[in-house]
Structures are given as structure tokens and as C-alpha cells.
């Protein structure tokens, strides 16, 4: 039985994503991520304009008319959703904590991916794999995963996205689309995202609350690192810290960012306390222009 609380907030999530979908994102989706190619629906009666190499030879030699070819876009896709549960998205210190940031985030790429007729999976993880769910269509399968992000308790703490990676790459087969959601608080993931990159089409979008990225002046403050429980007495007061501690955050986002690159990986950053249709909308067009 899902706790009403729970239940109030995937309907929150619903409302306000299909919203978006149906408004803003939809049409984004479809643009950026093409089907598999074309196939033939049908033929219809030649119309000035049209191109005369999808004339259909031998339905014009029997009706003495000409005819051209119609083709659709085999547009079904698959669209796997490779979560990150560890104990570091229980972390936040604006409107809402990370885990729920993903959880919309989620619906939201899940309800533009049905609307276009694809299938969605999705993978959460931690450093093992907590739960896998293969790839279907339909709004109750959409809210299933909602509901998984939100209402899953992981048996683990910590983060092994290369481990993540491995399995993702034993299961899927089929070319898909890869949103790896994570805030990439892990190590050595590099080589196998390379590989998982090689065959499918890899997003990764990482998710910060603006505590990890810089602090204001708190005085002296006791931190305990969601994941491992080490505990840290950092002094804010301290302005060379604070522009450290905020130099040193950027460089990591940098650095993924650089990375990324290397390899033609798009990068997305997202932030808990921004709205989050900014980032996606320039990454949507951003991969429109190219592809």
C-alpha cells in the first residue's frame, strides 16, 4: 500500500510534468531523438513537388497514373533511465532534495518518451543494482517508475557507477537512449560509460543542490557524508575556504564537462534550487542543431 504522502507526491510529479510534456517538451523529444529510420506506408497519387525518385514504377505501369511512395519514421525507441539512489540524494537545502529532482526528471523524459510511442526502463542503483525494470509503454507503467524513484528504500548507501554501467551494458541489447541521472559522487566510471557510449546514446545529467557547490558564511558547521558517515567540522567563517571549497566544486563540474566531451557524451547540470526546463530546452535544441 502506497503511503498517501507518497501517493500525493507522484500525482504533484504527474500533474506538473505532463504539463510540461504537453506544452513544452513533446515536440523537443521528438525533434532531438530520431526513430531507427524509415519505412513504407503506403502509396498515394503523384502532386506537383513531390520527388520523383519515390515514384513507384510499377503502381504507375498498372494504373497508368503516376504514384510516389509514403514513408513514416519508425519512430519506436527505447529509453532506459539508469537512476542514482545512494544516500547522497537524500541531500537538499532549498525547495526539495535531490532524489525528488530525479524522480521529476524521470517523469518527465518518461511521459515525452510514451507520448512519441517509446518504451521506457529504468535501472536504479546504488553501488549494486537495486532494481531493474525492462522497458515498456504506457502511463501506468510510467507512474510505476515514478513511484519506484520515490517510494524505494536501497539496501545500500553508496555509488559504483561503473558497476551500474556493466550490468546496463549486459541487459540492453538494442541500441537505446541512456539517461544516466546521478550527482557523480563515484570513481573510475569512465571507461565503461566510453564503451556504454559506443553503442547507445548516452545523457548523463548531473544533479546538484547549491550546499555542494558553495557555502555562505554558517560559522562553524558539523557535516556527516550521507554515504560513508565520516564526519567533518568545516569553518565557513573563512573566506579563503569558501572560495576553495566553491573553486574546487566548479572544477569538478568542469572536469566531467571536459571529459564528457572527449568522448561526445552531452553533459546536462541541474541544480535543486534553478529551474530545471532551462538546462533541458537548451540541451534540446543544442542536439537538434547537430543531429
Not at 27 to 39: L, N, S, V
Amino acid at each position: 500500500m502506497i503511503p498517501k504522502e507518497i501517493f500525493k507526491k507522484i500525482r504533484r510529479i504527474e500533474i506538473r510534468t505532463r504539463k510540461l510534456v504537453n506544452d513544452l517538451f513533446s515536440g523537443e523529444y521528438h525533434a532531438t531523438f530520431k526513430g531507427q529510420g524509415m519505412e513504407f506506408e503506403e502509396v498515394r497519387e503523384y502532386s506537383p513537388g513531390d520527388d520523383i525518385r519515390l515514384i513507384d514504377w510499377n503502381v504507375t505501369a498498372r494504373t497508368g497514373y503516376p504514384y510516389v511512395k509514403k514513408f513514416k519514421e519508425e519512430r519506436e525507441l527505447t529509453v532506459i533511465l539508469l537512476v542514482d539512489v545512494s544516500s547522497s540524494g537524500r541531500f537538499g537545502t532549498h525547495e526539495r532534495y535531490k532524489e525528488e529532482l530525479a524522480a521529476e526528471l524521470c517523469a518527465l523524459l518518461a511521459f515525452s518518451a510514451i507520448k512519441n510511442n517509446d518504451k521506457v526502463g529504468l535501472i536504479i542503483f546504488t553501488d549494486k543494482i537495486e532494481m531493474y525494470i525492462p522497458p515498456q509503454k504506457g502511463k501506468g507503467h510510467v507512474l510505476r517508475l515514478i513511484r519506484e524513484i520515490l517510494f524505494f528504500s536501497p539496501e545500500h548507501t553508496k555509488t559504483d557507477i561503473a558497476g551500474a554501467l556493466e550490468f546496463f551494458n549486459k541487459v540492453t541489447k538494442r541500441k537505446s537512449v541512456v539517461f544516466l541521472i546521478s550527482d557523480f559522487l563515484s570513481e573510475d566510471f569512465f571507461t565503461p560509460i566510453r564503451i556504454a557510449n559506443r553503442k547507445h546514446d548516452m545523457i548523463a545529467v548531473k544533479i546538484s543542490d547549491p550546499r555542494e557547490l558553495s557555502f555562505d558564511n554558517y560559522g562553524l558547521i558539523e557535516l556527516e557524508d550521507a554515504e560513508t558517515g565520516e564526519v567533518m567540522v568545516l569553518d565557513t567563517s573563512s573566506l579563503a575556504f569558501r572560495n576553495e571549497f566553491a573553486m574546487q566544486a566548479q572544477d569538478m563540474v568542469d572536469g566531467l564537462q571536459k571529459e564528457f566531451k572527449t568522448i561526445d557524451l552531452d553533459f546536462i547540470h541541474i541544480r535543486t534550487d534553478k529551474p530545471y526546463t532551462g538546462p533541458l530546452v537548451q540541451f534540446f535544441k543544442m542536439r537538434g542543431k547537430r543531429h
